[in-house]
């Protein structure tokens, strides 16, 4: 991955009356990332995103896109960027094909052979002739991005890309977002409420909470970094008294789930042989263990939760 910055946020602040909405945001997203933009709804997400692409002022600080101002030079910083905040603005009275042309007009260079292109990509090639007010939320989503990536911006930004869409369309956006990163070097950031999606897309999240930036990780690391996990033992369920016992005896806690018989013990998956082997010796019937990863969505819960 190239490490150079497409954009970098320097300590960017809004500000609405006396109240700050963004505080004091810095980070880098370098060319080939998919960066995730995470927090609770009012957390000042779309704020920060609207100020990237110059739809409200930036109060203190500044955004620079492949080197360009957004406050001092707004025309040649926006020239590198492809982004839908909140929802695709469509003409709905034309046809999906003539949305894209019309869009075309507007930044030189837009062959025909590359709207050809993304309609492909999208995936509304039989429906490319169709007038949009025919179209499906999800539909009208999938134009909105084939409209966004038209140009071959450096930075494309997703304020909410998924919504709407199927399982299928979500995969096919993924696999498409990971792939424009991973071999055309665009810079991706994506906010959304899917967190199992956030996972599986990208390559660091950033959480911001309040305005304030409280984490920034890569998706790995974030997960990962503790080294204990749950483990999910099942014992027949006659015997979780005692099993729980035996546990506390090796200075673990075991906490029953809402299933019978199944326990929820917090250790390292090399101490599974030893605490297995103790219950086995005790005539603990053990049905089944299993590792309980942490997801992306019980670490966002977790930081969330600390920081209010």
């Given at each position: 991955m190239n490490q150079t910055p497409v954009v970098q946020l320097l300590h960017v602040?809004?500000?609405?009356?006396?109240?700050?909405?963004?505080?004091?945001?810095?980070?880098?997203?370098?060319?080939?990332?998919?960066?995730g933009f995470l927090g609770p709804n009012g957390a000042g997400k779309t704020t920060t995103i609207r100020?990237?692409?110059?739809?409200?002022?930036?109060?203190?600080?500044?955004?620079?896109?492949?080197?360009q101002s957004i406050t001092k030079d707004f025309k040649k910083?926006?020239?590198?960027?492809?982004?839908?905040?909140?929802?695709?603005?469509?003409?709905?009275?034309?046809?999906?094909?003539?949305?894209?042309?019309?869009?075309?007009?507007?930044?030189?260079?837009?062959t025909k052979a590359r709207i050809n292109e993304m309609m492909e990509i999208v995936g509304l090639k039989?429906?490319?002739?169709?007038?949009?007010?025919?179209?499906s939320l999800g539909m009208r989503q999938r134009l909105g991005i084939a409209q966004a990536l038209l140009h071959r911006p450096s930075l494309l930004i997703l304020d909410e890309p998924t919504n709407g869409l199927d399982p299928s369309g979500i995969h096919e956006l993924r696999n498409y977002l990971k792939k424009l990163a991973n071999e055309?070097?665009?810079?991706?950031?994506?906010?959304?409420?899917?967190?199992?999606?956030m996972e599986l897309?990208?390559?660091?999240?950033?959480?911001?909470?309040?305005?304030?930036?409280?984490?920034?990780?890569?998706?790995?690391?974030?997960?990962?970094?503790?080294?204990?996990?749950?483990?999910c033992v099942t014992v027949e369920?006659?015997?979780?008294?005692?099993?729980?016992?035996?546990?506390?005896?090796?200075?673990?806690?075991?906490?029953?789930?809402?299933?019978?018989g199944q326990l929820l013990i917090e250790m390292n998956k090399e101490e599974i042989p030893t605490v297995n082997r103790h219950l086995m010796d005790a005539g603990i019937q053990v049905y089944s263990i299993q590792m309980k990863e942490q997801t992306l969505e019980d670490k966002f819960l977790e930081v969330t939760e600390d920081k209010k």
């Open positions: 602040t809004k500000k609405v009356g006396r109240k700050n909405i963004v505080e004091d945001l810095s980070f880098n997203i370098p060319a080939g990332e998919v960066f100020m990237m692409v110059g739809l409200i002022e930036i109060s203190q600080g500044d955004i620079l896109i492949k080197g910083a926006i020239e590198n960027v492809g982004a839908i905040v909140e929802n695709p603005d469509l003409y709905k009275y034309l046809t999906g094909y003539q949305n894209l042309k019309h869009y075309a007009r507007m930044v030189p260079g837009v039989d429906r490319i002739h169709d007038k949009v007010a025919t179209y055309e070097g665009v810079a991706v950031l994506v906010s959304s409420h899917l967190l199992s999606e897309m990208c390559d660091r999240v950033g959480i911001l909470q309040n305005g304030k930036l409280v984490r920034i990780q890569s998706i790995q690391d974030f997960i990962h970094k503790s080294g204990a996990s749950g483990v369920p006659t015997q979780v008294e005692q099993a729980k016992k035996i546990i506390a005896a090796l200075n673990k806690t075991a906490l029953c789930t809402e299933h019978p």
